[in-house]
T-cell receptor
């Protein structure tokens, strides 16, 4: 089966600019997650979707970050305006949402804010 | 809250050495426990998991046992290879928290020939 697809792979922007990341989960996976992984740290959950509804966005900095999954399939994560501390790898993951189904991760988008 | 603590790296070993990476957790419920691996330039991959106390997860020569009494899930391998060089993440999930993963900080393993 095809894995979780993310694009772009790399992005460099200046602070105060905006950026968007795209994720296409594994076909049929109802649950989609966005994680932020700062260099040298473990991934931190930003937002979790179940189909097109938000399950948990308690750690999403809503003043600058937004995410949507309008049709319950692919998803976009946006940052506007970006800050230097947003430099990180943004990981998308999906799972079937059944029981203890494992999360499958994409390769991530590495964002550098200068 | 829920948290995972793992030993800081880097851990540097010679090929065929014994590996232990310590992981302890705190959780508000009864978690499932996982080890994920991140090879250079690649995404996170599930290495092994355990869903209840005393379960042993194993894969590719790695194993970890869910110890409820010590809230631990230490990763072990009897003989490491250069190809095992990667960053290893311990994680937990709770069913009543949407199965989202809470990760430790990661431990970088470097295996020298």
């Amino acid at each position: 089966e095809a894995g979780v697809a993310q694009s772009p792979r790399y992005k460099i922007i200046e602070k105060r600019q905006s950026v968007a990341f795209w994720c296409n989960p594994i076909s049929g996976h109802a649950t989609l997650y966005w994680y932020q992984q700062i260099l040298g740290q473990g991934p931190k959950l930003l937002i979790q979707f179940q189909n097109n509804g938000v399950v948990d966005d308690s750690q999403l900095p809503k003043d600058r970050f937004s995410a949507e999954r309008l049709k319950g399939v692919d998803s976009t994560l946006k940052i506007q305006p970006a800050k230097l501390e947003d430099s990180a790898v943004y990981l998308c993951a999906s799972s079937s949402g059944q029981g203890n189904s494992p999360l499958h991760f994409g390769n991530g988008t590495r964002l550098t804010v200068t | 809250g829920n948290s995972v603590t793992q030993m800081e790296g880097p851990v540097t070993l010679s090929e065929e050495a014994f590996l232990t990476i310590n992981c302890t957790y705190t959780a508000t419920g009864y978690p499932s426990l996982f080890w994920y691996v991140q090879y250079p330039g690649e995404g996170l991959q599930l290495l092994l998991k355990a869903t209840k106390a005393d379960d042993k997860g194993s894969n590719k020569g790695f194993e970890a046992t869910y110890r409820k009494e010590t809230t631990s899930f230490h990763l072990e391998k009897g003989s490491v290879q250069v190809s095992d060089s990667a960053v290893y993440f311990c994680a937990l999930s709770l069913r009543n928290a949407g199965n989202m993963l809470t990760f430790g900080g990661g431990t970088r393993l470097m295996v020298k020939p």
